[in-house]
């Protein structure tokens, strides 16, 4: 079993930067990735980016693309999401999962989550 832990989240500013970080417990695999999604009040639960857990190939929604970075330590099992030039239609819980690479950009392709961290960006 994997555990998620995400941390980090906060308010700020628009234009602004947050980095987030998710570190991973347990048993974890070469052919799975680590991705964020996000959920705003009322909305979906939209990808965000992705990483491969072993190499470097990384996925981004569209939203995010030039922005958002999504990077991992694997010696402390963490993933990273840095975020910046944050906009007001970031703002949400920001959830770290673990998941099938063919699956990478949807939530039902993901096995395990954590908590979440709430960002806001404020005007």
């Known amino acids: 079993q994997v555990q998620l832990v995400e941390s980090g989240g906060g308010l700020v500013q628009a234009g602004g930067s947050l980095r987030l970080s998710c570190a991973a417990s347990g048993r974890t695999f070469s052919s799975y990735v680590m991705g964020w999604f996000r959920q705003a009040p009322g909305k979906e639960r939209d990808f965000v980016a992705a990483?491969?857990?072993?190499?470097?190939?990384?996925y981004y929604a569209d939203s995010v693309k030039g922005r958002f970075t999504i990077s991992r330590d694997n010696a402390k099992n963490t993933v990273y999401l840095q975020m910046n030039s944050l906009k007001p239609e970031d703002t949400a819980v920001y959830y770290c999962a673990v998941g099938l690479v063919g699956l990478h950009t949807t939530p039902a392709g993901y096995a395990y989550w954590g908590q979440g961290t709430q960002v806001t960006v404020s005007s």
């Open positions: 990483i491969r857990w072993s190499g470097s190939t990384t």
